[in-house]
């Protein structure tokens, strides 16, 4: 083939259009943003689901309910198959989250609080007035129920640890229908068993009580029994599309009912009738719809007719509110003109694991004077003003600084180690390191010596270490570089590296031996307690705990650990938090928003939110 | 004259096929060559549009790797109290949202971004080159095995190939140009086999054979010449390729670790700032990837014409 | 002709075969593993060793791999546990949504780039055909995300004529029936496609213009619309052709980018995803219809292009 093009008479001509196309481009974006303030979106006047009487709420990006059971196998254990698809229709046995606060809730819940005796080993439980939408009433069997299930598939379900609920449990009975007795192998926590323990307890309808379609069970009397239900059951959570027309998931004991399903996440909720709790939904629906991105949900949210509850990537606020605010009070929003912004807290606390095991750089990790001169170089304050725009709060140990409780100590109030650059140098320093700031710090006394680096750190062992964390979050992209400009001023080396969520969490996990190879991970979610929502540490920091990604041990603090779960009360909750505020099992870092949640003009009932993640929609109303 | 480009690329979904990259040369007589070049160099410098483009890269490689000779800036150490300033004195371009200036880091960004695109399509080039004439020449079962494995790579997307690597290695520029270059030589592997194809049964690669010379001889000799210019106007299209693939890959959180950037990571970190306008994190990187990327098709478009009025006034 | 498609057709499956082999090793490569990807954060290694056992994911690869093809063959793509929902379902909801906007930006594309690359190789060098080609030269080198962005910022946010995402219910009717929702999408992912189509286009017109059979016809007194339209087109559609087949893959493997910026979860989404999670049988799944689509495009290529130019040959 031959081609031919004239060359020659390439004229002025072409460079203008080329030049005018740029500025015609330029012009369509810039006039779009004017200069410098951002777009002010045009009020739609009516909030959109005012007229219909709806509210429409953005699922978090990426994650879409999926598992309707709420008995959940660990791989679909997850915020939005519990917050937003189980609790709306099945309701646990105890509520968490009273008015903003980490606290059980004596109104939503199905139950009175547990009544303990005989030196605390006897738990008493006295079911409310509740009725299934069945019309079949809440009664002691539909614990049973739940109860024989967890004992007979315990290993299915998501929030069983061996040694505790159900195997801490010696006998149980149910004088009359509206009674449940435990008895306890010893006396536990009575805040531990409540919030860590029966937490977990959600009753189960008769109507579930199936071994196939029109087939009674007996798992609800019959421990034997189960197997065959679970079967079942498992077999219809499996079957999404069948979700709002299997007649199975309508008897609830909720505020809603299932009204349109879709797999891809556009669910319908309405209102359950003869729901017997304090409020019932004054909405005609409750419409939850997924989105990819949360770019993707920011653009509908900006254009005011669609959502009624969605949230603010921090990216898009351009002003940082007062630092002096508490942290769940509202700045400047810039959708204000439609939506009134709420900033949503989840008790938890945000940190990244290192690996104590780690064949080559553990033992460096094991010397608390290098955990302590890597925490000094975390400037909280200083990512929490600019990425965070100060919707955030510092974590400085095991327990949450917010929401308030009075289990925060003194010590964690204090915080122990400060962002500091020269504390962070003179760590080292006085320990056996040269320091050599903008270089990688080397080990120039080795030894086992008090000054000395400390065991099996070699002399000219390096302070060069790699760290992942989840790509695709502005706040740990920028706290991640901040943290790594930090470090190298006292000679620390940080190798950050972006991967996907799934990969971080899938690499820091607990391991041992030589493939136990990765250093620091940092999947920047730290932990949320919830359905343990008692900040103990039983799962986290124990020698060989599930979650202790880093395989930190400390016997005094597994002591420690025993006895908040033991021991009823603060002081050992801040015993045991003051320790492992000093003693760093992880490196702590800021506590973001969960979200910054915008609510409608004229949505009343939705700003004050829940500190487990949990939604109460049948609060809301126009 | 397949395309094999718009496979590689369709796994991202979006690239768009290239203009086919010189059809078919027919063989000629090596010892013409050189005169032939110099016709298609005067070929090129006839073409303004080229001339642009080339003048256009020659700035840009001054801007990022001449510029911070004379423009010093921190780019390693993050300040949170100067993040997100719009231009002004001292930052011209402003800073980013953890305090680097921004056009300091445009030259960093283009360093890399000019680098990754320039070294990925060399590798990609010279392997691909490669793989493509001993196919060609061979012919027969070598050259069904071969293109196979060609197809087969080819058939994999390029994502869950990129994901991977990237998650088992730091991607760090060298690891960049090795990963996008061993992604990338499908391409000129495919045209280079299909014209050696051809070439193989010219008369003159026939006649070495006959007169005993060796099957490498023949490959390095008398196919590879021939087959340089369809191979140097593809590779500036891998050029433009590569600078466009990493900045997707930015975009998908898969770029280079930071501190280090590239522009594609730059323009995707910054088009999440559209809402709150900081426009000198967005339009700078943006309009600097769409420059250099016309420029090198503009020159990659010269190359090709002067390559073909070469071959036609053979 | 039909022993060369029943050769190359062997050879495909052969290729597939090969592509699904490389990515089942290189899955299981991964950090973490599925078990932990989809297990989470809070399990324990215990349980981590009863999914696996449960999964059969503790025997050697090769059993496995041989578990999973004697599958396949049973037309059975397994089970997505992170997702609770089966392959097949899976891909039935997805599937549907990348092909209406594949489909739909691809005839945009043709519709739009065939005229006029034609009308620009009639008109080349004017003013019409110095800005189209300056158009495309600048859509050719932007990434899609940028596009994408500014779209919604101008056409979405601004001028307000469009959602600023695609239409959300499920099932290709009611797509229909939100078409304006889907004009961006649609647009956004064709722009790039008809950057290089039109390009592509009008280099193939100056092609032939220039071919005798041209000069023959017009000597004999055909009308410029005639020779255009009849002997013209009709060969510079070739290549459009060849390119064609080399886009089915494209329906397949999705559009990633513009299918997360314009919240439209399809194939390209549902592969990216999965390839974070380690989930298998999802990425599996997807990958052998990719693979499959990509050898069958190619093969389709190639044999139309032997059937509509009869200068090849097979």
């Keep these: ?622 | 004259m397949s395309d094999p480009g718009r496979a590689k690329v369709d796994s991202l979904g979006e690239m768009p096929p290239q203009e086919p990259a010189a059809a078919a040369p027919t063989g000629l007589p090596v010892g013409q060559a050189k005169s032939m070049f110099q016709l298609g160099f005067e070929v090129f410098i006839q073409n303004k549009l080229a001339i642009v483009g080339m003048v256009v890269l020659v700035l840009a490689v001054v801007f990022c790797f001449v510029g911070p000779l004379f423009y010093h800036t921190d780019q390693v150490t993050v300040d949170l109290l100067t993040t997100n300033l719009p231009p002004g004195p001292g930052h011209p371009l402003g800073t980013d949202e953890t305090g680097y200036d921004q056009l300091g880091r445009l030259m960093v960004g283009g360093q890399a971004s000019l680098t990754i695109g320039f070294a990925a399509a060399i590798i990609a080039t010279i392997v691909g080159t490669v793989w493509g004439a001993i196919a060609g020449f061979f012919g027969g079962l070598v050259d069904a095995v071969m293109m196979r494995v060609v197809d087969a790579i080819l058939s994999i997307p390029i994502l869950f190939l990129l994901l991977f690597i990237v998650t088992i290695v730091r991607p760090s520029i060298p690891v960049m140009i090795f990963v996008l270059g061993l992604t990338a030589w499908l391409v000129p592997a495919r045209l280079v086999r299909g014209e050696s194809l051809t070439l193989r049964v010219r008369e003159y690669v026939q006649a070495v054979r006959v007169m005993g010379g060796s099957s490498w001889h023949s490959v390095l000799r008398h196919i590879m010449p021939n087959v340089i210019g369809t191979v140097i106007v593809n590779a500036t299209f891998q050029v433009a390729d590569a600078i466009l693939l990493i900045a997707y890959l930015g975009y998908l959180g898969l770029g280079i670790s930071p501190p280090a950037t590239d522009w594609g990571g730059m323009l995707s970190n910054g088009t999440a700032f559209i809402f709150t306008n900081y426009w000198w994190l967005i339009y700078p990187p943006g309009i600097l990837i769409i420059v250099v990327v016309v420029a090198v098709n503009l020159v990659g478009d010269g190359l090709r014409d002067s390559v073909e009025v070469r071959l036609q006034r053979r | 002709m039909i022993g060369y498609i029943l050769r190359r057709l062997a050879q495909s499956i052969l290729v597939v075969l090969v592509v699904t082999v490389i990515v089942f090793i290189l899955l299981h490569q991964l950090p973490g593993g599925a078990a932990r990807a989809i297990l989470g954060p809070r399990a324990t290694a215990l349980q981590v060793a009863q999914f696996n056992t449960a999964n059969g994911y503790d025997q050697p690869l090769l059993i496995q791999y041989f578990r999973q093809l004697g599958e396949w063959f049973t037309g059975n793509f397994g089970f997505s546990i992170k997702l609770n929902q089966s392959v097949s379902s899976l891909l039935a909801q997805r599937l549907p949504k990348t092909i209406v906007l594949s489909l739909l930006s691809l005839v945009l594309t043709v519709v739009v780039a065939v005229p006029l690359g034609i009308y620009q190789a009639v008109r080349r060098n004017r003013t019409f055909d110095y800005v189209a080609t300056g158009l495309s030269f600048i859509f050719y080198a932007a990434p899609t995300f940028f596009i994408g962005i500014i779209m919604i910022e101008v056409f979405s946010q601004n001028l307000g004529w469009f959602p600023p995402e695609a239409p959300q219910s499920n099932g290709v009717g009611p797509i229909f029936e939100q078409f304006d929702a889907m004009v961006l999408p649609v647009v956004t992912l064709a722009l790039l496609s008809i950057a290089g189509f039109s390009r592509y286009m009008r280099s193939s017109v100056l092609d032939n213009i220039d071919q005798d059979y041209v000069r023959t016809a017009q000597a004999k007194g055909a009308s410029p619309q005639r020779v255009l339209y009849h002997h013209v087109l009709r060969n510079a559609l070739i290549p459009i052709i060849t390119l064609l087949g080399l886009s089915l893959p494209a329906l397949f493997a999705g559009a990633l980018v513009t299918e997360s910026i314009f919240n439209f979860p399809g194939m390209g989404l549902l592969f990216w995803q999965a390839a974070q999670s380690s989930d298998y049988p999802v990425e599996l799944g997807v990958v052998i219809i990719t693979a499959f689509a990509t050898v069958a495009g190619n093969l389709l290529a190639d044999v139309s292009l032997a059937i509509i130019d009869p200068r090849v040959k097979l």
Excluded at chain 1, 371 to 377: D, E, F, K, W
Excluded at chain 1, 481 to 493: E, H, P
Aim: proline share 8%; hydrophobic share 35%; net charge neutral.
């Design chain 1, 1 to 622: 083939m031959k081609k031919l093009r004239t060359h020659g008479g390439i004229r002025k001509k072409t460079f203008r259009i080329f030049g005018s196309i740029a500025v015609v481009l330029l012009a369509l974006t810039g006039c779009s943003s004017g200069n410098g303030s951002p777009t002010a979106t045009t009020a739609s006047g009516n909030a959109p689901g005012k007229s219909a009487d709806t509210a429409t709420f953005a699922d978090p990006p990426n994650t879409v309910p999926n598992w309707i059971w709420p008995f959940s196998p660990l791989a679909n254990f997850s915020v939005s198959n519990s917050s937003d698809l189980q609790y709306l229709l099945f309701r646990p046995m105890y509520w968490f989250g009273n008015n903003g606060k980490a606290e059980v809730s004596d109104s939503l819940s199905l139950a009175a609080e547990p009544v303990y005796s005989n030196g605390g080993k006897t738990v008493t439980i006295k079911l409310k007035d509740y009725r299934w939408s069945d019309g079949t009433s809440l009664t002691a069997q539909n614990v049973m129920f739940w109860y024989n299930m967890l004992k007979a598939e315990k290993k299915n379900y998501a929030a069983y640890t061996p040694g505790q609920f159900p195997d801490n449990i010696v006998s149980v009975s149910t004088p009359d229908p509206k009674t449940v007795v435990f008895t306890t192998d010893k006396a536990y926590s009575q805040q531990w068993f409540l919030y860590n323990q029966l937490s977990t307890i959600t009753p189960m309808p008769d109507a579930w009580d199936m071994t196939a379609a029109g087939t009674k069970g007996d798992c609800a009397t019959n421990e034997s029994g189960c197997a065959a239900v679970y079967a079942y059951l498992v077999a219809q959570s499996k079957d999404l599309p069948t979700y709002a027309t299997n007649p199975l998931w309508q008897v609830v004991d909720g505020p809603w009912k299932l009204s349109k399903f879709n797999a891809d996440g556009n669910i319908t909720f309405v209102p359950n009738p003869t729901y017997s709790g304090p409020v019932k939904a004054s909405l005609k629906q409750f419409i939850e719809v997924p989105f990819t991105t949360d770019d993707a949900e920011f653009q509908v949210l900006r254009g005011g007719n669609t959502i009624d509850v969605g949230y603010l990537p921090t990216q898009d606020l351009a002003a940082a509110k007062s630092a002096t605010t508490g942290p769940a009070e509202a700045g400047p929003n810039p959708l204000s003109a439609n939506y009134q912004l709420a900033p949503w807290f989840l008790y938890g606390v945000n940190y990244f694991p290192i690996n104590f095991n780690n064949p080559t750089v553990g033992p460096i990790f094991k010397q608390l004077y290098f955990r302590q001169a890597l925490q000094s170089v975390v400037d909280q304050p200083g990512v929490l003003s600019s990425a965070a725009k100060n919707y955030g709060v510092q974590t400085t140990g095991p327990v949450p600084l917010y929401p308030d409780s009075p289990l925060i100590s003194q010590t964690e109030k204090n915080n122990p180690y400060p962002f500091s650059i020269a504390a962070a140098k003179k760590d080292l320093t006085d320990n056996g390191w040269t320091v050599n700031a903008g270089g990688t710090s080397v080990c120039a006394k080795p030894g086992t010596a008090a000054g000395d680096c400390g065991p099996g750190i070699a002399a000219g062992a390096k302070l060069d270490f790699n760290l992942q964390y989840a790509s695709g979050q502005q706040t740990i992209t920028t706290a991640m570089q901040s943290l790594k400009s930090n470090a190298a001023q006292v000679g620390i080396t940080l190798n950050i590296t972006p991967a996907p969520f799934n990969t971080v969490t899938g690499t820091a996990i607990p391991c041992s031996g030589k493939t136990c190879t990765w250093q620091m991970g940092n999947w920047g979610g730290g932990w949320v307690y919830a359905p343990d929502y008692y900040p103990t540490g039983e799962v986290l920091w124990e020698t060989g705990a599930g979650s202790n990604s880093g395989s930190y041990t400390n016997p005094a603090i597994d002591k420690l650990i025993i006895d908040t779960t033991t021991q009823s009360g603060t002081a050992v909750m801040q015993a045991y938090e003051d320790a492992l505020a000093k003693d760093l099992p992880v490196i702590w870092q800021p506590n973001y928003t969960y979200s910054l949640t915008e609510v409608a003009n004229g949505l009343q009932g939705a700003t004050v939110q829940n500190p487990y993640s949990a939604i109460n929609p049948e609060e809301w109303h126009y």
